[in-house]
């Protein structure tokens, strides 16, 4: 009896000496919308969008002009000499939409790379700020992936960790 007793205080003090595991979570989706580094990202990004739309406009533009000029023109011209300036407008065009393409694609690719880093940074402010503050755990949530389903407001550490992130980071 003495034996079992003796065992059940070992057990209790092991037991009592385990640390707790601290956890909290983060809004995924405020983080990365919120962090102003996205924002500057995303300001940055929509002027070069308004210079590519601008460049593109003024190509179309020339080019619509062209065509309408060859169109008030083709009732004059030789069937041959309409024909051929017809596919010389049709290869234009095709020059026109492909450069467009190549260019949209660059910049999507070049927007998506710096949005990609952006999240690796983020990713590691959190970890580091959970090692830093002895978290045990930082889980991630957002309103597409709700991994999540409860959480107390002082588990939430979106707000702190957004402070943290945008102070250390501008």
Do not use: W
């Not at 004059?76 to 190549?102: H, N, T, W």
């Amino acid at each position: 009896m003495k034996n079992i007793f003796y065992i059940a205080v070992l057990l209790l003090a092991f037991t009592s000496c385990e640390k707790q595991a601290k956890i909290g979570f983060v809004d995924s989706g405020t983080l990365i919308n919120d962090y102003q580094k996205k924002k500057d990202l995303e300001a940055r990004f929509q002027i070069k969008e308004q210079a590519f739309r601008k460049k593109f406009d003024s190509v179309e533009n020339a080019f619509q002009i062209e065509a309408q000029k060859f169109q008030a023109e083709a009732n004059r011209m030789a069937p041959a000499s309409a024909q051929q300036k017809y596919q010389e407008l049709s290869q234009q065009r095709q020059v026109i939409d492909q450069q467009k393409q190549v260019e949209a694609q660059q910049f999507q690719q070049e927007f998506q790379t710096e949005i990609d880093t952006l999240i690796v940074a983020v990713k590691k402010f959190v970890n580091d700020y959970g090692k830093k503050n002895g978290y045990t755990y930082i889980l991630g949530t957002s309103d597409a992936a709700a991994t999540v389903l409860y959480g107390t407001k002082e588990n939430d550490l979106t707000k702190p960790i957004l402070d943290a992130l945008n102070e250390c980071c501008r």
